[in-house]
């Protein structure tokens, strides 16, 4: 059964890209990082890039993308193969969104412009079959569906990209990648500008996405569903390893472990050797064997043992005294802007341990409900009583830009300790994780990760008893965020978080709310149960769009003049394409539907989860990527059933 996943990629029926990497070396000012770094990326596989901020992942992309030339070595792929990579700059201009994500399949752009002024019959046949071949006619469907996915609903695709912020600018960014459907994708960090909803549907479109990925992240959760390598970068080398995240994790410790055994085994051998010769090598009986001790010693290859550098912990002061709960009680509450509730029914309690996980898409409240816990935003009716005596500490990723840029960490803290003394300032600074030089280091040469930590300190300085946190895990790699996930578990005051990072979700938060339809409520579920409900609600949006474009394409055809017009193409040969189309797309279903039954076949054995549990495990979720396949194929033989029909 190991082959099936294979099977599938070739019955996907499309190009695919491999990445050669040899001798690759960059020095980036006196920092070298890549050192003769070599490596093969799979046809079609899904990679996760990681590795420390800084390290070189983002330059990396640069010289894939040939924005940057090697320093030595060479970077290849297919010369044919298609790359896609959101730009650095978010997009702007007068066009509406679902515009410029069409307008990212150049193809299909080109060809319906010329499509407008073509009068030649066997250019215009030419032109018509070349757009059904790419399925032209599906175009604004896939474009709008990808938008829905990343949080842009009718109203807003049709609306000026000028008239979005840049975070919401970049999502119409990956839109348009997506939506191109390149052979070699290059995601830098995808995540940091959606929200969870739109993280769970982005995890859920990559995990069947038929070609080559090549994705920088942080997120656990992305990088275990997603992807079936790891792609490391440590020490200036480049290390590709089999399956997801966890499976990398695992597979380093193991190999960490086995190369510090080796080490101490050579180690006690040295020791040992070296013993002999200090003691022997001045008898004359012995030298002999002293010197040939001593060559041994030359020989032998000194094992180096893979070491993690060390990540400096967050320190999250706990309050000097609790309150008695609730902290904070509302008995229907109503809140919003000027005159325009935005939220409202809200009768909720907030105890002085609660640890609480927000979810709902943007746009729903979530930020409204945080300043209203805040003390930021006042009710408009209802009761809610605080504690007298409750104080709150906010973190949010925008307030970085409030730092100022030509201070340094010291001169931040410094006025939240006006009687410190400055070994005492400094002490602090280095709790907060600056240490010595970095104490004094100028904001703008801090890197994001840096601005996030000081910002984490400065928000919680006073020790709080509540604390809230709006996506506190961007611009931190995997062993901050774990350090982040630690302090957040030792902190003793309540805890407010809103997050696409669902790991940290999961590690962090005990109650889930929901903000949605106007108002905030428990969900009584887990994040697996979210995850199914957002991606159900997804489909059910794009089955009623379906519907209902469907009912207008009928209704405008019954309404219409009934106009003899000589066709473009003949009636039998959009039938014969059509048909052909159809064939094909039936043909692919029978053979998912074959490779269904041959797992369903493997996992109906009583004994399959015993004998072999991963080899199981693995089985099912490959039925469930087929199952995701055939769902997709569904909807394209629906939609040529009706080409068929109009034919």
Request: charged share 30%; hydrophobic share 40%; proline share 4%.
């Amino acid at each position: 059964m190991d082959d099936l996943r294979p099977c599938l990629r070739r019955l996907r029926g499309r190009k695919a890209a491999m990445i050669h990497i040899n001798d690759l070396t960059y020095r980036l000012g006196p920092r070298l990082l890549f050192d003769k770094a070599t490596v093969a990326l799979p046809v079609n596989a899904r990679v996760g890039f990681v590795g420390r901020n800084g390290t070189g992942k983002t330059t990396l992309f640069r010289m894939i993308s040939n924005e940057l030339a090697p320093e030595d070595g060479s970077i290849s792929y297919p010369a044919k193969a298609k790359l896609g990579r959101v730009e650095q700059e978010a997009p702007g201009g007068p066009g509406a969104l679902i515009d410029f994500v069409l307008e990212a399949d150049r193809e299909r752009a080109a060809l319906m412009e010329e499509a407008e002024i073509a009068t030649d019959p066997h250019r215009i046949a030419e032109i018509q079959t070349r757009l059904v071949d790419i399925d032209a006619h599906s175009a604004p469907a896939r474009a709008g569906a990808i938008l829905s996915g990343l949080g842009f609903d009718h109203a807003a695709q049709q609306r000026a990209l000028s008239e979005f912020s840049g975070g919401w600018r970049m999502r119409v960014a990956l839109a348009a990648v997506l939506f191109s459907t390149p052979d070699l994708l290059l995601l830098d960090e995808p995540t940091n500008y959606l929200d969870l909803e739109g993280t769970l549907w982005l995890i859920d479109y990559l995990a069947t996405y038929p070609a080559t990925i090549l994705v920088i992240s942080h997120d656990r959760d992305m990088l275990d569903a997603v992807c079936d390598h790891i792609l490391h970068l440590d020490n200036s080398k480049l290390t590709l390893w089999k399956g997801n995240y966890t499976s990398f994790e695992k597979q380093r410790r193991e190999l960490q472990a086995i190369q510090l055994k080796h080490k101490k085994k050579q180690d006690d051998q040295r020791k040992h050797l070296q013993a002999f010769v200090d003691r022997f090598r001045a008898q004359a009986t012995k030298a002999r064997q002293a010197q040939s001790r001593l060559k041994v010693l030359a020989k032998m290859e000194p094992v180096s043992a893979m070491v993690d550098s060390q990540v400096l912990p967050f320190h999250i002061p706990s309050p000097t005294k609790e309150l008695s709960p609730p902290i904070i009680a509302m008995d229907g509450v109503s809140t919003g802007y000027d005159d325009k509730v935005i939220l409202s029914r809200l009768s909720l309690n907030i105890s002085n341990d609660d640890r609480i996980g927000l979810l709902g898409s943007n746009g729903n409240g979530k930020s409204t409900f945080a300043k209203l816990v805040g003390g930021r935003l006042e009710k408009m009716a209802g009761t809610m009583r605080r504690s007298s005596k409750l104080t709150v500490g906010f973190f949010a990723q925008h307030q970085i830009d409030d730092l100022d840029p030509n201070g340094t960490p010291y001169s931040h803290v410094a006025p939240l300790m006006r009687d410190g003394t400055e070994a005492k300032i400094r002490s602090r600074c280095a709790q907060m994780g600056f240490p010595h030089v970095k104490c004094d280091t100028r904001i703008t040469e801090l890197s994001g990760g840096e601005k996030a930590r000081l910002l984490m300190g400065l928000a919680t300085f006073a020790g709080p008893h509540l604390l809230i946190m709006d996506e506190p895990t961007n611009h931190l790699d995997i062993d901050s965020r774990a350090a982040l996930i630690e302090a957040i578990n030792e902190y003793q005051g309540a805890v407010i978080l809103v997050s696409h990072d669902r790991y940290l979700l999961e590690a962090c938060a005990d109650r889930l709310w929901l903000v949605s339809g106007g108002t905030v409520e428990n969900f009584d579920g887990d994040m697996d149960e979210y995850r199914r409900y957002v991606l159900d609600q997804a489909g059910s949006e794009r089955e009623a769009k379906r519907r209902a474009a469907r009912d207008e394409k009928n209704a405008a055809r019954e309404e219409a003049p009934k106009v003899e017009m000589r066709p473009v193409i003949a009636p039998h040969v959009a039938r014969r394409e059509a048909r052909k189309k159809l064939d094909a797309v039936e043909e692919k279903m029978g053979q998912f539907q074959k490779l269904v039954t041959r797992i369903d076949e493997a996992l109906a054995s009583p004994d399959a989860f015993i004998r072999d549990p991963m080899q199981a495990k693995k089985l099912a979720g490959q039925r469930q990527d087929l199952e995701r396949a055939l769902a997709r194929l569904e909807e394209e033989w629906l939609l040529l059933s009706e080409e068929l029909e109009t034919a």
